[in-house]
């Protein structure tokens, strides 16, 4: 059973840089077919689509965070990451990790999430 | 990037039937992109609740079923229950592969 953990620090200073790992348990990172993905959820409000990464390292973002986002993987320690640069209160979120199931036969959805990981912006 | 639209909220009694729409554009759910149902309790991540052509995950019940049409799509609670009482995301994709979540409805159940 596939299981992903979000971890990285919960509290940020403004205009500092969000880094969190998304770790990934019981399969690999490498297998084709999935996007892993984060997602964010502002307080009290909808889910949010940041961008996602293949194995391969192809990468896809939210348009209008592409200036300030960097996701990566690391095969090797089955894990992906996420770099939010200059962020700000507005980035204050649980962020969550999610693995997005696209086979070439179609598309399946998210089907395994992390726990969600808070994130306060703060000085 | 747009967002898909659903109402805020859908309430019903024990046993009634509740739907959710999912609103899109000719950029996403209308250009073919599959649209799928998440479940979400306060406090805990979202789950897969639905699949593409209303297909379900194991261990999801048949009460929940999906439909799209157009650039529209939308989630069926049949048998409204007390456990159903929960928030309801739609998502998909844009014509580059972003993807995008609706909105999120709040269900009560009366």
């Known amino acids: 059973q596939v299981q992903l953990q979000e971890s990285g620090p919960g509290l940020v200073k403004p205009s500092q840089t969000l880094s969190l790992t998304c770790t990934v348990s019981g399969g690999s990172i490498s297998t084709g077919g999935y996007y892993w993905s984060w997602i964010r959820q502002h307080p009290g409000k909808g889910l949010e689509w940041l961008g996602y990464?293949?194995?391969?390292?192809?990468?896809n973002y939210k348009t209008s965070l592409k200036s300030r986002l960097v996701i990566s993987v690391d095969t090797s320690k089955n894990q992906f990451s996420l770099r939010l640069a200059s962020v700000t209160a507005a980035d204050t979120a649980v962020y969550y990790c999610?693995?997005?199931?696209?086979?070439?036969?179609?598309?399946?959805?998210?089907?395994?999430w992390g726990p969600g990981t808070t994130v306060i912006v703060s000085s | 990037q747009s967002v898909l639209t659903q109402p805020p909220s859908v309430s019903g009694a024990p046993g009634q039937r509740v739907t959710i729409s999912c609103t899109g554009s000719?950029?996403?759910?209308?250009?073919?992109?599959?649209v799928h149902w998440y479940q979400q309790f306060p406090g805990t991540a979202p789950r897969l609740l639905i699949y593409?052509?209303?297909n379900r995950p194991s261990g999801i019940p048949d009460r929940f079923t999906a439909s799209k049409s157009g650039t529209s799509a939308s989630l069926a609670i049949t048998g409204l229950q007390a456990d159903d009482e929960a928030d309801y995301f739609c998502?998909?994709?844009?014509?580059?592969?972003?993807?995008?979540f609706g909105t999120g409805t709040r269900v009560t159940v009366l």
């Open positions: 990464i293949y194995y391969s390292g192809d990468t």
């Open positions: 000719s950029s996403d759910i209308g250009a073919g992109s599959s």
């Open positions: 593409g052509k209303n």
């Open positions: 998502q998909s994709y844009d014509t580059s592969l972003r993807g995008l």
């Open positions: 999610a693995r997005d199931v696209r086979p070439v036969t179609g598309d399946f959805g998210m089907d395994v």
